[in-house]
């Protein structure tokens, strides 16, 4: 068999593996709460098993006191989430064809800087080598506003015993 010439054809690979995350509130202040929640789904055909992942906090973020950890991921799932600590790691979900779950912590940011949060390609994983190709980012915006109060009394000086002044606060 002889074959005429050669052929070559694109391929494109699309992991089966899917993930994005969030922060609830998107905006906090230094020591602020906020809700990361990481999303997982599969869009194949077959079951993706131990669906694990590590994600490394930025510098300036860290698991809040407490972390409130939760899943709505089936298998056996672990959720390492330590107060205090910089890297949020799950691993033991399993993600059935079509489905999606859900890993979620509390974080706190100390300083007022903008946290960009990433976990890096190959950091979610599955059985089988399946794991994220791309960057999976949020980013937790810092508000330095606060609450501001000011303060006036009128008359600003009493004089004389049982004499009334009033103060107001905005």
């Known amino acids: 068999v ?7 054809a694109p391929l494109t690979y699309s992991p089966a593996l899917t993930a994005n995350k969030a922060f609830a509130p998107t905006s906090i202040q230094a020591g602020g709460v ?12 077959g079951t993706l098993n131990n669906v694990s992942f590590v994600d490394p906090l930025p510098a300036d973020t860290t ?12 298998g056996s799932p672990v959720i390492g989430a ?21 890993v979620l ?11 960009v949060n ?12 399946v794991q994220n190709t791309t960057p999976i980012t949020a980013t937790l915006t810092k508000s330095t ?8 009394i009128n008359p600003n000086s ?4 049982g004499q009334a002044a009033t103060a107001t606060l905005t």
């Open 2 to 8: 002889t074959f005429p010439a050669d052929a070559s």
């Open 34 to 45: 906020s809700r990361l929640a990481v999303r997982l789904g599969n869009t194949g055909t």
């Open 63 to 74: 698991i809040a006191n407490p972390p409130n950890a939760a899943t709505t991921c089936t």
């Open 82 to 102: 330590t107060a205090g600590a910089n890297t949020f790691t799950f691993s033991g979900a399993q993600i059935p064809p079509g489905g999606e779950c859900e």
């Open 105 to 115: 912590v509390d974080v706190t940011a100390s300083s007022g800087a903008n946290s």
């Open 118 to 129: 990433t976990i890096p390609p190959g950091n979610v994983t599955a059985t089988g080598g």
């Open 145 to 152: 506003g606060g609450v501001v109060v000011n303060k006036s």
């Open 158 to 161: 009493i004089t004389a015993p």
